[in-house]
């Protein structure tokens, strides 16, 4: 009973949606998909573009009811029952009522399964996009596309995983197969996966990466550790105008794959024509990350926080990212919790990580979760690294608060479902203001949690 309510009121949704598409608001619409950095390309792409057009971002709306909702106008308070009944009554108001136009529609297109409603398929068939982006391909949902590979066997995991990211970039790929001839199809030149399913593509294929050969190449990325601040500087070299930008940013600790992100919106905003220096001091001073996405905040005792709470995407760069940190200021610390949703590369991939940090600099490690439990802790635990592992997140930051020293730097990442690390980053601030700041801290979430 349930399983058919949800589909009515998604189809309910998906009508009224795709009838307000028909009004022609939007000039243009940018879709965007990838396992790591969508919400950070929607918004760099969102800051650039909003210095000459108007523009409409989906932001905290990125799946199969929050797009319909956001094309709407339309927003979940708290996901109760009432909720739900106050979206279907104002869906047809808003029909009526909303007729707001807009230069760029940019809309996150996030995927959990080769299945409706979480596939591709289904949100292209509520929107269609002019032009796409796609940012890079990883195991994230892995465990949904499992099935698809029962009876084959393989050489090893790494052969196994391989397929997997492949089949997942087939599904997410459907957003740049499905572009118009007259869009534009942006995707990583770096990612194996995602250049062949950008190849595909019939629309104007433009791409970025560290690839000399890219329409925007990232030539250079370092990171700084000095006088317990870290500063990120990138610089790009647009091909077709022979043109280097560099961008410097302190307020959030972005690693190289960021380039990724970056790329993408500079590339549309040349596209849109808008000079360089805009470009420059409109990412440098106004791009702010989703929450909890590489923020830094200061921590108890004068150490500093590397808040990448929101989600466990990227987490073996990340801690690359850590261990090549220079010049070593104070101790590296990192938090860590499961990485979920890997389905049968569950194992692998943690193991994965443990191997990293065996080979790193990394002075103590706290782990919370099963499968750090079960997975890592064990490897760790016959090196000479110091580790610990916690029950939970608001154990963990109670405990290593007690720990922090001056000029330690803290990593914090994990996956959301029931590790929650963001509630350890909370314990950990030096500035308990800083918490607003934090994700998952509004009402509904900590309810939620509660649960």
């Not at 598409?21 to 939007?26: D, M, S």
């Not at 796609?134 to 393989?154: E, I």
């Not at 440098?284 to 990350?289: C, K, R, V, Y």
């Not at 802790?377 to 690294?385: A, G, I, M, N, R």
Request: positive net charge; glycine residues 6%; contains cysteine.
């Amino acid at each position: 009973m349930k399983s058919h309510l949800a589909a009515f009121v998604l189809a309910y949704l998906k009508f009224f949606a795709k009838l307000q598409l028909r009004k022609k608001l939007f000039g243009q619409i940018i879709g965007i998909t990838g396992s790591v950095g969508k919400s950070s390309t929607r918004n760099a792409i969102y800051t650039v573009l909003k210095q000459k057009y108007h523009v409409k971002a989906s932001f905290k709306a990125n799946s199969e009811s929050g797009i319909p909702l956001d094309i709407l106008g339309l927003s979940m308070h708290d996901y109760s029952t009432f909720d739900w009944l106050r979206v279907i009554v104002l869906a047809p108001l808003a029909l009526l009522s909303n007729f707001k136009r807009y230069d760029y529609y940019i809309v996150e297109m996030g995927i959990d399964s080769p299945y409706p409603p979480k596939n591709m398929a289904y949100l292209l068939d509520i929107i269609q996009p002019d032009i796409g982006v796609f940012t890079s391909q990883g195991l994230n949902h892995a465990f949904a596309f499992d099935s698809l590979l029962a009876g084959q066997t393989f050489a090893n995991e790494t052969a196994k995983q391989e397929q997997l990211k492949k089949l997942i970039s087939m599904e997410k790929g459907k957003l740049l197969t499905s572009l118009p001839t007259h869009g534009q199809a942006i995707f990583n030149s770096d990612d194996g996966h995602v250049k062949t399913m950008g190849q595909q593509s019939k629309a104007k294929q433009l791409t970025f990466g560290f690839n000399p050969n890219a329409t925007i190449n990232c030539q250079k990325h370092n990171l700084v550790w000095r006088n317990n601040q870290l500063t990120s500087t990138f610089s790009f070299r647009i091909a077709e105008e022979a043109t280097m930008l560099t961008l410097s940013f302190s307020s959030q600790l972005l690693f190289a794959q960021y380039a990724y992100n970056l790329a993408p919106a500079i590339l549309l905003a040349r596209q849109a024509g808008i000079d360089v220096a805009t470009i420059k001091k409109a990412l440098e001073q106004e791009l702010t990350l989703p929450a909890s996405r590489a923020s830094i905040f200061t921590g108890k005792n004068q150490s500093l926080i590397i808040d990448s709470s929101y989600n466990a995407s990227g987490m073996l760069d990340m801690v690359q990212t850590l261990i090549d940190l220079q010049p070593k200021q104070g101790r590296k610390l990192a938090l860590l919790g499961d990485m979920r949703e890997l389905g049968e590369s569950t194992q692998a991939t943690h193991e994965t990580l443990a191997k990293l940090i065996l080979k790193s600099d990394i002075d103590h490690v706290f782990l919370v979760g099963q499968s750090m439990r079960q997975f890592v802790l064990p490897l760790l635990e016959k090196s000479t690294v110091a580790v610990q592992h916690f029950a939970d997140a608001v154990m963990a930051g109670k405990g290593i608060a007690k720990e922090l020293r001056k000029h330690d730097l803290i990593l914090v990442k994990g996956s959301q479902n029931t590790i929650f690390l963001e509630d350890a980053v909370v314990e950990l601030l030096a500035n308990p203001t800083d918490r607003d700041k934090v994700c998952r801290q509004e009402s509904a979430w900590q309810k939620r949690k509660r649960k």
